[in-house]
């Protein structure tokens, strides 16, 4: 599996770690300012900085591969795509919830794994 997992349980698993952080903040960076360039219509900026999105992200998954961040066996792989599924369903009914309650102006709180999310409600027009 090349390098999958070859800095997990070292000393260098930490600073990876941070690599992989940092990758992703780099990634989200170039995504969040390709989607302002897009919204001032400038198509070739936001190719570039899409481009530059891409490769921090593949630095990023390079250094969770390193730390073996994500599973190497198929059945935890598909656990994990599973997972996600769930997750994506539930936050998706869940968010739907929190807006219809808020259009009617109900507060309340919703819990989503072990996250609780508070939400004050918006007056009734
Ligand atoms: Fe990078």
Request: hydrophobic share 35%; aromatic share 10%; charged share 25%.
């Given at each position: 599996?090349?390098?999958?997992?070859?800095?997990?349980?070292?000393?260098?698993?930490?600073?990876?770690?941070?690599?992989?952080?940092?990758?992703?903040?780099?990634?989200?960076m170039?995504?969040?300012?390709?989607?302002?360039?897009?919204?001032?219509?400038?198509?070739?900026?936001?190719?570039?900085?899409?481009?530059?999105?891409?490769?921090?992200?593949?630095?990023?998954?390079?250094?969770?591969?390193?730390?073996?961040k994500?599973?190497?066996?198929?059945?935890?792989?598909?656990?994990?795509?599973?997972?996600?599924?769930?997750?994506?369903?539930?936050?998706?009914?869940?968010?739907?919830?929190?807006?219809?309650?808020?259009?009617?102006?109900?507060?309340?709180?919703?819990?989503?794994?072990?996250?609780?999310?508070?939400?004050?409600?918006?007056?009734?027009?």
């Amino acid at each position: 599996m090349g390098v999958y997992g070859k800095t997990k349980g070292t000393e260098l698993e930490s600073f990876v770690n941070m690599a992989v952080s940092a990758e992703s903040m780099g990634g989200m960076m170039y995504y969040a300012l390709s989607d302002i360039a897009e919204r001032f219509g400038l198509k070739d900026v936001v190719e570039q900085l899409t481009g530059l999105g891409n490769q921090e992200m593949r630095h990023a998954v390079y250094y969770a591969t390193l730390n073996g961040k994500y599973p190497g066996d198929t059945e935890s792989f598909w656990k994990v795509i599973h997972g996600i599924g769930k997750a994506v369903f539930m936050g998706g009914r869940a968010c739907e919830r929190v807006r219809g309650n808020a259009r009617r102006g109900r507060a309340g709180r919703r819990r989503i794994g072990s996250t609780e999310i508070r939400f004050a409600g918006t007056p009734p027009r």
